[in-house]
């Protein structure tokens, strides 16, 4: 076997296992990158077990790839027998270093389709192994679902039934930068509070247009939802609300 045979043959995924022979100019597909490619598929080179073993962090690097929409499809497949594999190898994450775990995490958070890879986790049970073996708020996964958020917004909602600490220690534990810290844990206190109702309480959160930005997505995302639509909603001796800006 050549070395270039041995070097994709330890890829993880098919469609990470091509290269191009700068001689002839000729693709190098020794397993089928390229027809899953075209297909939508995410499937592992060789025995899926044997390469997630090889780096438990493959598990959570298919699921990040599964975030991404394929080039010609609305959404990747996973393969069986690895979606089998992510689920026998997903404790060997426990022994990966916290920081490699956030690159991987937070790259999907920020993927067009987090939340459906983030529903997959859940399923197979991975997602409440990061957050320190606690279901995800239910509410929150329900949002995600309906496309809300952002990096940040998302990882809100997953923790929105944490206190202030809780969401501390989980995101301490993944080695979240304080920046991230700080912003869910405003994020999910801005989920336990009531959107004014009146124009003068509207007015005042004009001037105030981070803490707004904050409360306005998670009351959004909340059964508190149906307040916000009063603001747009107008009366008939008085000008519409609008949402403050």
Known sequence: MTDIALDLARRDLTIN????DLETRQLIDLHGGRSDL??????????ADERLEEDALRVLRVYRFAASPPPHHATWTVDGPLRSALRTRAPGLAAIPAERIWGELSRLLDAP?????????HED?????????RHPAG????????GHGLGDERLA????DYDGPG???VLRGLKAPKRVIARVRKLVAAMRTTPPTTPQAVRVLRHRWVT????CFAWSTSSKASVLQGWFAARPSSKPHRLPA
């Open 167 to 169: 969401v501390d220690d």
């Open 113 to 121: 389709l987090a939340d459906q890879a983030l529903a997959m986790m």
């Open 38 to 47: 075209r297909g939508g598929r995410l499937r592992a080179v060789g025995m």
């Open 212 to 215: 707004t930005r904050t409360s």
């Open 139 to 146: 509410a929150g996964l329900e949002a995600l679902r309906g």
């Open 157 to 160: 909602l997953l923790l929105s």
């Open 125 to 133: 049970r991975v997602l409440q192994d990061l957050l320190v073996d």
């Open 17 to 20: 296992a091509m290269a191009i």
